[in-house]
């Protein structure tokens, strides 16, 4: 049986809260219990965090984790660029203070794993690829590299390449 979600707001943009849910792991799970962190799909356009695939929430439960899922600007609204940042805004939250209020001794904040649906994985794809920039790119960008690859301290330098994105313009 899954128990509904605590849901938290992880940022405002562009005059809205951001939410995002956790699921907790199911009690008698091993912890501290990595997590799993959803992004939705709709094309950008549409979808939200209540649109968790049920077998992604069934697998995170037969694993014994944690999971996440968070909302995210949508076009037209803000370009395209907004799901990475938003997301990468709640992955910061998540693994830090999202961790702080359950404790890490529930949730492993350097245990997280990204899946992403349609324009989800798209979303998931670019965290990935700023991700592994921030890590290779000079030290001036980055702390050092175990600050990027442990994700938690590298949002600002992450933030920085995803400027470098550009925002989709209609013609």
Same mark, same amino acid.
């Given at each position: 049986m899954v128990t509904a979600p605590q849901t938290f707001t992880y940022s405002h943009a562009s005059g809205l809260a951001l939410p995002l849910d956790y699921y907790a792991p199911p009690s008698g799970s091993a912890q501290p219990a990595p997590f799993l962190f959803s992004i939705h799909g709709g094309g950008g356009s549409g979808g939200d965090r209540k649109d968790v695939r049920l077998?992604?929430?069934a697998l995170a439960r $037969?694993? +014994?984790? +944690?999971? /996440?899922?968070a909302d995210y600007r949508l076009i037209p609204e803000c370009d395209a660029t907004c799901a990475v940042q938003d997301m990468l805004e709640a992955w910061r939250f998540t693994t830090q203070?999202? /961790? $702080?209020t359950v404790g890490e001794e529930v949730i492993d904040p350097a245990k997280g794993i990204v899946l992403g649906i349609s324009a989800g994985g798209w979303t998931a794809t670019l965290l990935g690829a700023v991700s592994a920039a921030c890590c290779v790119a000079?030290?001036?960008r980055c702390a050092d590299r175990r600050t990027c690859a442990d994700g938690r301290a590298a949002s600002g330098c992450l933030r920085q390449h995803v400027r470098h994105l550009g925002p989709h313009r209609r013609r």
């Open positions: 077998w992604s929430l $037969a694993k +014994g984790w +944690g999971f /996440i899922s203070e999202l /961790i $702080a000079s030290q001036t």
